[in-house]
C-alpha cells in the first residue's frame, strides 16, 4: 500500500505521485517525494512559445505529455517503503531505503541503504539489509541484487550473498552469487543456498565447503543439508570431511553419502565408505561406516578391509570395530589377515594390537607360510604376523593342532 508524508515540489509531481499509487496499490510506498521538476512543464511552455513566434509550423501536441510520461516513469524518492501482504492481510514483506530511483514500467528501484524484514506466517524469518540493491518485485516474489544480508533472528544464521530471492508461496528464501554463511556452529560458502523457512532447513549447492566449529571438521561436497533444529548435516553426492586436532587433520573420512550429527559427533558415511587415519596410520574401507568422533570408535556393519600402511598388514572381515585411542581392532566373520609376503591367518574372530604387533584369532585358525610352504590348523593363534612368529592351539585334546609341510621340490 502506498503511503506519502510532506509536500511535493510541485502540482504536476503530485498528480504524479497520485497516478503511481494507482498504478501500484501494492508493490511499492514512497516517502517525501522531493523533485527538482517544478519549473520544467513551464519551461517546456515557453521554448514551444518561442518556436511558435519562430517558426509557424504547428507543434505536436503531446510534447508536454510525452515529457511528462518519461519523468513519471523515472523518478527519485526518498524515504522509500516498499510492503507487500497476503490475502488475509498479513505482511510477507517490508523493505525500506533512504532514497530509490525507480522505474515505473519495471517496477525496479536501485535504493540505496535498504533494510527490512521477510514474513511467513505474519512472522519475521529473516532480517535483510544492504549498502545498495536493485529491487523487483511482482506481488509474489521480492528479488535483491547488491551486497545483501540475511539474518534469522530466531537461531543467528547469517547469509550473505549479492543475490536474493524471496517465494514466500513457496516458503523459499534463496541467496545465491559469492554465497557465504556463518553461524556460531557452522560457517559455509558455496554457490547457493535455498532456505525452507518453515522447517529451519538450509540447502547449501555447488562447491560446497563447511566449517563444523564443534567437533572441528571441514566438509566438502557438492550438495550438503543442514537441518538446524535436528543439528544434522546430510549430503546424497560425493563428500570429505576431514576432522582436526590443533588444527591438524587427524582423519579423513570418504563416501558417495554422509550424513554428520553434530549434537552427538556421530559421522555415518555410505555408501563406499572410507576412512583414513593418521595415528595409527590406517585405512578402512566398506560399504558402510559409523564414526563416532566423540568415542573415537569406528564400527562397520558390512564387509571391511582394514590396511596398515606402514606394516603394509591387510585385514578383512564381515563386520568390524576400531578402537583409536586403545589403538585396537576387532573383525568378526570371514577374517583374513594378509601379511607383506603373503602369509594369511583366517579365523571366526580375530584381535588386533596394533601398538603391539600382535594378532590373537579364535575359530576355525588356519595359517599358511609362502617360504618354507607350510599350514597350521587350530582352534587359536596368537603372534607377529610380520615376523611370522605365530603360535596355533588346538584348544581341546580331541581338536589337535595340525601342522602341514609341504617341502620344496628339487631344482627349486
Not at 521554448?47 to 509550423?57: A, K, Y
Not at 540475511?150 to 508461496?169: H, K, M, S, Y
Not at 547449501?204 to 537441518?227: C, M, N, R, Y
Request: aromatic share 6%.
Amino acid at each position: 500500500m502506498l503511503h506519502q508524508q510532506g509536500r511535493t515540489n510541485g502540482r504536476d509531481n503530485s498528480k504524479a505521485q497520485r497516478g503511481n499509487h494507482k498504478y501500484s496499490p501494492q508493490f511499492y510506498s514512497f516517502r517525501q517525494l522531493q523533485l527538482n521538476w517544478y519549473h520544467l512543464p513551464l519551461t517546456l511552455c515557453l521554448l514551444m512559445g518561442l518556436s511558435s513566434c519562430v517558426n509557424p509550423s504547428p507543434t505536436p501536441p503531446n510534447i508536454q505529455e510525452s515529457a511528462k510520461q518519461d519523468l513519471d516513469s523515472k523518478l527519485t524518492f526518498f524515504g522509500v517503503a516498499l510492503e507487500q501482504f497476503d490475502e488475509t492481510g498479513r505482511p510477507i514483506w517490508k523493505v525500506k531505503a533512504k532514497q530509490a530511483k525507480y522505474t515505473k514500467e519495471k517496477q525496479i528501484a536501485q535504493a540505496e541503504k535498504p533494510n527490512g524484514e521477510l514474513y511467513q506466517d505474519g512472522k519475521v524469518v529473516y532480517n535483510i539489509k544492504a549498502d545498495q540493491a536493485d529491487i523487483e518485485q511482482d506481488g509474489k516474489q521480492l528479488l535483491l541484487k547488491g551486497k545483501i544480508v540475511a539474518t534469522d533472528p530466531r537461531n543467528g544464521i547469517v547469509l550473505q550473498g549479492n543475490e536474493l530471492e524471496w517465494r514466500p508461496q513457496e516458503d523459499l528464501l534463496i541467496v545465491r552469487n559469492q554465497l557465504n554463511g556463518n553461524h556460531k556452529q557452522l560457517q559455509a560458502v558455496a554457490k547457493e543456498a535455498r532456505v525452507k523457512t518453515r522447517e529451519q532447513r538450509v540447502e547449501f549447492f555447488g562447491g560446497v565447503v563447511a566449517k563444523s566449529v564443534d567437533p572441528p571438521l571441514q566438509i566438502q561436497s557438492e550438495h550438503l543439508t543442514w537441518k538446524i533444529k535436528e543439528d544434522k548435516l546430510i549430503s546424497d553426492r560425493p563428500i570429505q570431511i576431514d576432522r582436526y586436532k590443533n588444527n591438524q587433520i587427524t582423519d579423513r573420512g570418504r563416501g558417495n553419502a554422509a550424513q554428520v550429527n553434530l549434537k552427538t559427533k556421530v559421522a555415518t558415511i555410505k555408501p563406499n565408505a572410507q576412512l583414513e587415519l593418521l595415528d595409527p596410520p590406517m585405512q578402512i574401507v566398506s560399504n558402510s561406516m559409523t564414526w563416532n568422533m566423540n568415542t573415537e570408535i569406528v564400527t562397520t556393519n558390512s564387509p571391511v578391509r582394514i590396511l596398515h600402511r606402514t606394516e603394509n598388514v591387510n585385514v578383512t572381515g564381515n563386520q568390524a570395530e576400531m578402537k583409536i585411542p586403545q589403538k585396537t581392532v576387532y573383525l568378526t566373520g570371514n577374517v583374513q589377515a594378509v601379511g607383506q609376503r603373503r602369509q594369511t591367518l583366517t579365523s571366526n574372530q580375530l584381535t588386533w594390537y596394533l601398538e603391539k604387533k600382535l594378532l590373537e584369532a579364535q575359530g576355525n585358525v588356519v595359517y599358511r607360510q609362502i617360504e618354507p610352504k607350510l599350514t597350521f590348523t587350530g582352534e587359536t593363534a596368537v603372534g607377529n604376523l610380520q615376523t611370522e612368529n605365530i603360535v596355533v592351539k588346538g584348544g581341546s585334546s580331541s581338536n589337535r593342532v595340525l601342522t602341514e609341510i609341504i617341502p620344496q621340490e628339487k631344482g627349486q
